[in-house]
Every structure is written in C-alpha cells, then in structure tokens.
C-alpha cells in the first residue's frame, strides 16, 4: 500500500509530494538539470499524442498546426514543457498544477505568442467547476498522487464526451525499481533521489480499471524504453518500466 502522505482538502493531492517538486521549480527549463529525464522523454510524448489526435478526431496530418481546433488540459503541468509545444500545435492550453512555484515558473517561460492559460489549482477543484475540454494530458503524475481513485475520476470528468485522454507513468516491477529509481537516481543520478517511490508506480491492469470504472475507454497502452544506442527515447513494446496510456471518453 502506498504511503499516505498529506493531503489537501483535494485528496489526491499529496503535500509532500508538491514540496518536493516545489525546491525542483527553477530547473524544469535547464535541458541538463534535475528534469533532464522529462526533457528527452517529451519528443516521443508529444508526437505519440500529437499522431492520436489526429486519428482520433480526424485532423490534418500535414497541417503545420494540426490541434488548432483542440482544448487541451495538462494536468500536473510542471513548469510547461509539454504545454509549450501542445500550444504550438495549435491548441488552446490550459496547464494546471498544485505547485505555487511550478505555475509561476511555467507563466514567466511561456511565450506570448501561445495560447496558454496557467493556473494553481487541482484536477478536482477544476472538475467541480465544471469545465471541460477535448484532450486531457498528465504526465508523470499519478505515480505521485494520494488517492489514484480520486485523481483518475477528476480527471475523466475534464473530459468532454467524445474527447480523448492521455496518461504517463511507470509500472510496478523489479525492472522498474532497478532502473527507474537505483539506476535512474543512485547510479546515473538523472533524477534527484526520493524522487520516486516504488510502491506507488502503477500495473497498466490497475490503471485499466481505475479509467473504465471512470467512463473511459481504453484504447492502447504503450512502453516507453530508452535506447541504449541512440542514447534516446523510443516507443516499444515493452510496458516494464515506462509507458503511456490512451483512451477515449465514450
């Protein structure tokens, strides 16, 4: 069971969680900093994203800025680096997270130019104001949150019927705690240490049913694995460590 950790009055949000990305805020725009991970994973998160919209609500493939008709929510926004290229896209972007220090960050980067709306607040008091959008993100967040129940229901409930909603996290095994957090944080030190813990990562089954107990439906789930050749990040089969979830709102 995962710990409980402190929670606000919206009870997926863990404030020790949000302290400890609070003291990382002024990095999220250094490419070699403590984000670096999040950096070269966003090129293959934003083209996967970027492909299924297009199928899903048959846009322009060619089209320079193919999501120009889309409301986007990125739930868990950091400091922006997944709105930014989002917004330049074309879509209307609203990037939320419970972090003071991330959104200011996030608002100070932002270039004019983009349609971006920052806001400090959770997936639940948004839901409760009743808005939704076309397209809901949240990457590298529910492995971070209190209550994976609470969180996944206020993030359905963003979507709009017949939207699409895109979720990233790691899974629930030995690889996973091999490399994701005594590789990935003692051995390679790409990520402060206690970044993550294990016991909270998620089983693509678990996070199946949290999403259809939702009203979601679950199109495709994804690995994500670094490549050791291209010193990259690719798409694979193979869900062991990192992956993405896609589904749609019915």
């Known amino acids: 069971m995962a710990a409980a950790g402190r929670k606000t009055a919206a009870s997926s949000v863990d404030l020790d969680e949000v302290a400890r990305f609070d003291a990382l ?14 950096h070269r994973l966003n ?12 199928r899903h609500f048959g846009l322009g493939a060619r089209d320079l800025r193919p999501l120009s008709e889309l409301s986007v929510v990125d739930v868990g926004c950091g400091g922006g680096i997944l709105c930014e290229p989002l917004a ?21 980067h932002a270039p004019a130019d983009l349609d ?32 994976l129940a609470a969180f996944v229901g206020a993030a359905a409930t963003l979507v709009r019927p017949g939207g699409a909603a895109f979720f990233a996290t790691l899974n629930r095994t030995a690889k996973s705690y091999l490399l994701a ?11 402060p240490r206690g970044t993550h813990r294990w016991n909270r990562f998620v089983k693509p089954a678990e996070l199946r049913r949290h999403i259809e107990a ?20 690719r798409l694979s089969a193979d869900r062991g460590v990192n992956y993405m979830a896609y589904a749609r709102k019915v």
């Open 25 to 38: 805020a002024e990095s999220w725009w250094e490419p070699e900093g403590p984000m670096r991970p999040l």
């Open 214 to 233: 939702q009203g979601l439906e679950l199109a495709e789930t994804i690995g994500v694995s670094f490549d050791t050749i291209s010193r990259g990040w």
């Open 88 to 108: 330049r896209l074309g879509a209307r972007v609203t990037g939320i997270d419970v972090s003071a220090e991330n959104v200011e960050i996030a608002r100070r």
């Open 116 to 147: 971006i709306d920052y806001r400090l607040t959770s997936a639940e008091a948004l839901a409760a104001e009743g808005t939704s959008f076309d397209v809901l993100v949240s990457m590298e967040v529910i492995e971070h949150v209190a209550d």
């Open 181 to 191: 957090i005594v590789g990935a944080e003692y051995v390679l030190n790409w990520l």
């Open 43 to 54: 090129p293959v998160r934003l083209d996967y994203i970027r492909s299924r919209l297009i």
